[in-house]
């Protein structure tokens, strides 16, 4: 069964980091694109970044292109994303995904975890 | 990375059929089968209903069926049941490594 959960949110005051991580199992995590997906409360889903198997493919969402830093670890079967210079807008439930396939172009994300919520307020 | 424009919302009476467009530009919907649709029901996460624009995951009723024509792509519910009220998303692949969801749409079983 795959299972991907999520760790790492809370409140942050606006200007201030946070690491997300997402700890993977149940499937082969090395043979998998990744990607990180946000809510805000009470509003849609909004994709924020993606990265292939390999790390050699990596894309972002222009807002938050130059402020988060999206990873992986194979060895550890985790994914991370850093979040540099946030902002209140920024305040959402982010979702860990898998991908269908192994690049992050060409698949859609398919298993989601349960999120973890980041909060952004003075 | 502009979001996919969906409907707001769509309603239907049990058995009955609602579609669900999600529309593009040619640099994202246009330009790739890359379509899938999620499922979300309140205070949960998104489950992956539709991928490559008309595939079906292991699991998914057949009620469930996609599809797209230019720039559009459509959800449709056949058999309309109640545990299918939920808010449903598109998604499409935009080029450059990134993807763009839709607006989203919350289905209403009467």
């Known amino acids: 069964e795959v299972q991907l959960v999520e760790s790492g949110g809370g409140l942050v005051q606006p200007g201030r980091s946070l690491r997300l991580s997402c700890a993977a199992s149940?499937?082969?995590?090395?043979?998998?694109?990744m990607h990180w997906v946000r809510q805000a409360p009470g509003k849609g889903l909004e994709w924020v970044s993606g990265?292939?198997?390999?790390?050699?493919?990596?894309g972002y969402a222009d807002s938050v292109q130059g402020r988060f830093t999206i990873s992986r670890d194979n060895a550890k079967n985790s994914l991370y994303l850093q979040m540099n210079n946030l902002r209140a807008e920024d305040t959402a439930l982010y979702y860990c995904?898998?991908?269908?396939?192994?690049?992050?172009?060409?698949?859609?994300?398919?298993?989601w975890g349960q999120g973890t919520l980041v909060t952004v307020s003075s | 990375q502009s979001a996919l424009t969906q409907p707001r919302s769509v309603s239907g009476s049990p058995g009955q059929s609602v579609t669900i467009s999600c529309t593009g530009t040619?640099?994202?919907?246009?330009?790739?089968?890359?379509v899938s649709w999620y499922q979300q029901h309140p205070g949960k996460a998104p489950k992956l209903m539709i991928y490559?624009?008309?595939k079906r995951p292991s699991g998914v009723p057949d009620r469930f069926s996609g599809s797209k024509s230019g720039n559009t792509a459509s959800l449709t519910i056949s058999g309309l049941q109640a545990e299918d009220e939920a808010d449903y998303y598109c998604?499409?692949?935009?080029?450059?490594?990134?993807?763009?969801f839709g607006t989203g749409t919350k289905v209403t079983v009467l």
């Open positions: 995904a898998k991908d269908t396939t192994q690049a992050v172009a060409g698949g859609e994300p398919d298993y």
């Open positions: 149940g499937f082969t995590f090395d043979d998998s694109a």
């Open positions: 990265i292939s198997w390999n790390s050699g493919s990596i």
């Open positions: 040619s640099s994202d919907v246009g330009g790739y089968n890359y």
């Open positions: 490559d624009v008309s």
């Open positions: 998604c499409s692949y935009a080029g450059r490594y990134t993807y763009v």
